[in-house]
């Protein structure tokens, strides 16, 4: 009797072995089950009536379908293969335009003389404001050096106040 509550409970919670289902099948079909083992008795007696069930119509296995990663590395590699060909006669079909063209104050100009003048103006305008720009900081610099002397005068000054540190010391 307590092997049985054993059994049940392991067989409840998936633990059983085969030799030990064969047991419980085997004690309820038999007919001398206890009153608290009753309640199991329908759930074994089912299955034993499926498996004296036989199938109506024929078994097929049924195989899903599954992309094999092999399978999905060559289609990506067709795909990518397929659009550089596609890229590549684009662009032999469509040769990129030579034509040497600037805009100036919206006016296309075809003069390759006349476009390189008229940059060098631009730059040397932009030149001439930044040299402008700059020229405080060359009053900065000037000061900063004039200050370098004052500098050597604070070095001597710390270099005396040690001295005299260690002159008082002693």
């Not at 199938?55 to 550089?84: C, D, G, M, N």
């Not at 600037?102 to 003389?113: F, L, M, S, Y």
């Not at 005396?160 to 260690?166: A, F």
Request: net charge positive; glycine share 2%; hydrophobic share 35%.
């Amino acid at each position: 009797m307590e092997m049985m509550n054993e059994l049940l409970e392991k067989y409840f919670r998936g633990e059983t072995s085969l030799t030990e289902e064969k047991k419980l099948k085997k004690y309820f079909s038999e007919g001398n089950v206890t009153s608290e083992h009753e309640i199991y008795r329908a759930l074994f007696e089912e299955f034993k009536q499926e498996l004296n069930e036989t199938a109506k119509a024929p078994l097929t296995k049924v195989i899903p379908v599954q992309r094999k990663i092999k399978r999905i590395w060559i289609q990506t590699f067709a795909y990518t293969a397929i659009a550089a060909t596609l890229l590549l006669l684009v662009w032999i079909q469509f040769p990129q335009t030579t034509d040497n063209f600037a805009r100036i104050d919206g006016k296309r100009i075809d003069n390759p003389e006349f476009v390189q003048r008229y940059t060098e103006k631009k730059l040397n305008k932009v030149n001439n404001v930044l040299a402008r720009s700059m020229e405080p900081m060359k009053s900065f610099n000037k000061v900063r050096q004039d200050m370098e002397p004052l500098q050597n005068v604070r070095d001597v000054r710390s270099k005396i106040n040690e001295i005299q540190n260690k002159l008082k010391i002693k």
